[in-house]
């Protein structure tokens, strides 16, 4: 029986830079987020904590769909079955999370949400820990562990940090619509969660508008 991801020294998983060390930095950072979550009375600092877990579980899950899990497919013997697991998990975590941002911070309905998104974050930790990092480490060497990890790292750099209902869960779809997702959630972040989507929406079609326009202009000046 593989050793968890956990009871590993750093070494033991391949240094800082192997993917299984980024991977329990993460989950750690999730897991004392939602501890600090639950410590805070509700208000704006409790809202704080909620919208950087989202982010971080979104960008860190997007990730895993697009680099990590294709990789554990290629490279375990059940990795369909050990992944499929895991992306179900994530499918409802992301619907619950999609409910919790449209529903009233405060409310009965919006916290029962919150904890069963918190529940199920901490059973893909689990499973993540337990059963399916482990048997990747079983498969592959160290220098592949680090090569994954550079890429996981940087496609959770670029990921969408928010849920949306139309990405699929696995390649081509999900790399395809991350591009333009990850632009549309960082642009939110980066304004803040009270602009209505819909306003956004607009305002980064008119950018988008924009650009091609000083674009087209840059192309017409060069011809003359
Ligand atoms: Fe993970
Ligand atoms: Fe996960």
Same mark, same amino acid.
């Given at each position: 029986?593989?050793?968890?991801?956990?009871?590993?020294?750093? $070494? *033991?998983?391949?240094?800082? /830079?192997?993917? +299984?060390? !980024? #991977?329990?930095?993460?989950?750690? %950072?999730?897991?004392? @987020?939602?501890?600090?979550?639950?410590?805070?009375?509700?208000?704006?600092?409790?809202?704080?904590?909620?919208?950087?877990?989202?982010?971080?579980?979104?960008?860190?899950?997007?990730?895993?769909?697009?680099?990590?899990?294709?990789?554990?497919?290629?490279?375990?013997?059940?990795?369909?079955?050990?992944?499929?697991?895991?992306?179900?998990?994530?499918?409802?975590?992301?619907?619950?999370?999609?409910?919790?941002?449209?529903?009233?911070?405060?409310?009965?309905?919006? $916290? *029962?949400?919150?904890?069963? /998104?918190?529940? +199920?974050? !901490? #059973?893909?930790?689990?499973?993540? %820990?337990?059963?399916? @990092?482990?048997?990747?480490?079983?498969?592959?060497?160290?220098?592949?562990?680090?090569?994954?990890?550079?890429?996981?790292?940087?496609?959770?750099?670029?990921?969408?940090?928010?849920?949306?209902?139309?990405?699929?869960?696995?390649?081509?779809?999900?790399?395809?619509?991350?591009?333009?997702?990850?632009?549309?959630?960082?642009?939110?972040?980066?304004?803040?969660?009270?602009?209505?989507?819909?306003?956004?929406?607009?305002?980064?079609?008119?950018?988008?508008?924009?650009?091609?326009?000083?674009?087209?202009?840059?192309?017409?000046?060069?011809?003359?």
């Amino acid at each position: 029986m593989p050793r968890t991801i956990e009871e590993q020294s750093v $070494e *033991e998983l391949g240094g800082q /830079a192997s993917v +299984l060390a !980024r #991977q329990r930095r993460d989950h750690a %950072e999730m897991d004392r @987020l939602m501890g600090r979550y639950g410590s805070l009375p509700p208000g704006e600092d409790r809202e704080k904590v909620l919208k950087d877990l989202v982010q971080l579980v979104f960008s860190h899950a997007f990730a895993e769909e697009t680099v990590l899990w294709p990789a554990v497919r290629r490279s375990v013997p059940d990795g369909e079955e050990l992944t499929s697991r895991v992306e179900e998990e994530h499918q409802e975590i992301n619907d619950l999370v999609a409910d919790i941002e449209r529903l009233e911070p405060g409310t009965p309905e919006r $916290e *029962e949400k919150v904890e069963r /998104a918190f529940a +199920l974050i !901490r #059973q893909d930790i689990q499973d993540e %820990e337990g059963l399916l @990092l482990p048997r990747l480490q079983e498969a592959v060497d160290t220098d592949r562990l680090r090569k994954l990890g550079t890429a996981w790292e940087t496609m959770r750099r670029t990921a969408p940090t928010h849920p949306h209902p139309v990405i699929p869960r696995r390649p081509p779809g999900n790399t395809v619509l991350g591009v333009p997702l990850s632009l549309y959630d960082r642009t939110r972040d980066a304004l803040g969660l009270n602009v209505p989507a819909h306003v956004l929406k607009k305002v980064l079609a008119g950018v988008a508008g924009f650009v091609v326009c000083v674009a087209a202009l840059a192309v017409v000046r060069k011809r003359r």
